[in-house]
């Protein structure tokens, strides 16, 4: 429901603070006063386009706030808590428009695009007349309309699941052909790159002993001569470790006796001695083991290479080439048995296509039969309000080769001939404001126990009309404000009488000249002499404030 409207600095608007209660509310006033200006204000929260022509000279910006409740509109708070948007019960759109083009939009505090108010606005607001936001022109919204008024929503259900299987089948089936890659060429490169993989790549651990022999056999030289080194200096030579040692212990010998102390250190020496000669026949054993083997180094450093190669080939480490070829592989065993998957998945595509088009056929049998009712139901309301040779038909064009589709096989089509005599035409083309109006009315009203929208909005609806037609388009509207909220720009006091709440829209010339639009509500009083006047034009007289006391009156009744 619509609550709230504020409004800043737009068009000849100053300031308009406005409340608004549910069922049936009517804008009257004089022509021209700027009724429909406020209509093109909320279009600009419901995601119409900015026009810098409507911020007045003497102002920086315009500024329009609405406020919603969103506790008898699912879809928009369904949409709001997809968009993460949500805040309680509430929907508050703020639009600013500056005099430099440019354009700035918040829901519930937070910045919103230009598409994501029209996304939300469909969901809030129906508007019907000459106005740029109107929802019925779609054809998304016509299909909606007529599947709401059939309450088929089993055979919905089963359409769309059935729809939702065959493109889940479909898409394992692109899934196993490798995608956009055909499926026969992968597996051969899987072959062929496992061939050479299993041909040259090594494990982690291979891979590490490689290289641990390769810098072993690129050093061998360096090994040996510090191998030969140590021992020169610790056993070989005359003046080596082993010979200080010997010949230290030797000279200690013959003072053990008088210099008991001495035996501890005599005692070390010979130790060290003994340890001493095992670690340089151990340090001997390994470099007479160690050879120079030019051949063997080239061979591991040309492996080594290969395998650096391979890696930069197939984007890894060369440690990770065996992991690799194991993922290659079970994806190789994954393709090679996908033929057979494949198989039974084109046996489940066909049944669950077939189930597809079994829903899809009882769907489209029961939307022409609904078709058939609802267009019968709006045009005896056509009838009524005043476009007897109106008609409104409802094509159901079925494609059975068309794609599944989570909607069927069918392609609604709204369309209308004004008279008798002439082809009909999509709804825009050929009905006029205050027709399309009215069609729009026929429809909210045949549909209203199933309609989605919380907040309709008609542009003079009662356009072309008066005496009793206007009278019977008022009782339809409030009629319709059973269900919804209902706004209705009008010029006849029948229509206006049958209000709950009556707003009085107002021009007036400032002190400077200056051309400028009020809105306001008006108590009981005020609404007869409203009435008095929208019958007898300036001069207001007892009889006619009689009359508008007795439309009120009826209305209330």
């Known amino acids: 429901m619509l609550s709230d409207i504020q409004i800043r600095d737009f068009a000849i608007i100053d300031s308009i603070d406005i409340s608004l209660d549910d069922g049936l509310t009517t804008l009257t006033g004089e022509t021209g006063a700027g009724k429909s200006i406020l209509l093109d204000a909320l279009g600009l929260c419901l995601g119409d386009r900015a026009d810098t022509a409507m911020v007045p000279e003497r102002a920086e910006r315009s500024e329009i706030t609405v406020r919603f409740s969103t506790h008898d509109s699912p879809n928009a708070r369904d949409w709001l808590d997809a968009e993460s948007l949500a805040e309680d019960d509430e929907c508050l759109i703020r639009r600013v428009i500056y005099q430099t083009g440019r354009s700035q939009a918040w829901i519930n505090g937070r910045a919103a695009t230009r598409a994501q108010l029209e996304s939300l606005g469909a969901t809030l607001v129906g508007m019907?007349?000459?106005?740029?936001?109107?929802?019925?022109?779609?054809?998304?919204?016509?299909?909606?309309?007529?599947?709401?008024?059939?309450?088929?929503?089993?055979?919905?259900?089963?359409?769309?699941?059935?729809?939702?299987?065959?493109q889940a089948i479909d898409a394992q089936m692109a899934e196993l052909a490798g995608g956009s890659t055909d499926h026969q060429d992968r597996m051969a490169l899987l072959r062929y790159q496992l061939e050479e993989l299993d041909a040259n790549a090594l494990t982690a651990e291979a891979f590490t002993a490689l290289e641990q022999e390769q810098r072993r056999l690129a050093s061998a030289g360096e090994i040996l001569a510090t191998c030969q080194a140590a021992l020169d200096r610790l056993y070989d030579n005359e003046a080596s470790a082993h010979s200080a040692l010997a010949s230290a212990s030797r000279d200690l010998e013959p003072h053990l006796d008088t210099a008991s102390a001495l035996g501890e250190a005599h005692e070390l020496f010979m130790s060290a001695q003994v340890q001493l000669q095992e670690g340089c026949q151990a340090l001997r054993q390994f470099a007479d083991q160690l050879e120079m083997d030019p051949a063997r180094l080239s061979a591991v450093e040309q492996q080594l290479s290969a395998l650096h190669d391979l890696a930069r080939k197939h984007h890894v480490e060369p440690e990770q080439l065996a992991a690799h070829a194991m993922t290659l592989r079970n994806e190789l065993e994954r393709l090679e048995?996908?033929?057979?998957?494949?198989?039974?998945?084109?046996?489940?595509?066909?049944?669950?296509?077939?189930?597809?088009?079994?829903?899809?056929?009882?769907l489209s049998a029961s939307r022409e039969q609904s078709a058939q009712a609802l267009a019968s139901e709006v045009n005896a309301l056509l009838g009524e309000l005043g476009m007897a040779g109106a008609a409104l038909l409802i094509g159901v064009d079925t494609d059975p080769d068309a794609a599944p589709s989570p909607h069927g096989a069918d392609r609604i089509r709204f369309q209308v001939r004004t008279n008798p005599d002439q082809?009909?035409?999509?709804?825009?083309?050929?009905?006029?404001?205050?027709?399309?109006?009215?069609?729009?009315?026929?429809?909210?009203?045949?549909?209203?126990?199933?309609?989605?929208?919380?907040?309709?909005?008609?542009d003079e609806a009662d356009a072309g009309i008066g005496g009793a037609i206007a009278e019977v388009v008022g009782r339809k509207l409030r009629e319709l404000a059973g269900h919804h909220q209902v706004l209705c720009i009008t010029h006849l006091p029948q229509v206006a009488a049958q209000g709950m709440q009556q707003l009085q829209v107002e021009k007036h010339q400032t002190n400077d000249g200056q051309t400028r639009t009020a809105l306001r509500g008006l108590s009981h009083e005020e609404r007869e002499q409203e009435l008095a006047r929208m019958l007898g034009g300036v001069e207001i007289t007892e009889k006619t404030l009689t009359y508008a006391r007795e439309m009120l009156a009826k209305a209330n009744a």
Request: charged share 20%.
């Open 128 to 166: 019907h007349g000459q106005h740029a936001h109107q929802a019925l022109m779609r054809a998304d919204v016509q299909r909606r309309t007529l599947d709401n008024h059939a309450g088929h929503v089993e055979l919905l259900q089963q359409v769309a699941a059935h729809h939702a299987d065959w």
């Open 337 to 362: 048995s996908a033929d057979s998957r494949l198989i039974e998945l084109a046996e489940r595509k066909q049944h669950t296509l077939a189930a597809y088009q079994d829903a899809a056929a009882a």
């Open 423 to 458: 082809p009909p035409g999509p709804l825009n083309r050929v009905a006029s404001g205050g027709e399309l109006s009215r069609i729009g009315l026929a429809l909210e009203v045949a549909t209203a126990h199933t309609a989605e929208l919380p907040c309709l909005i008609f």
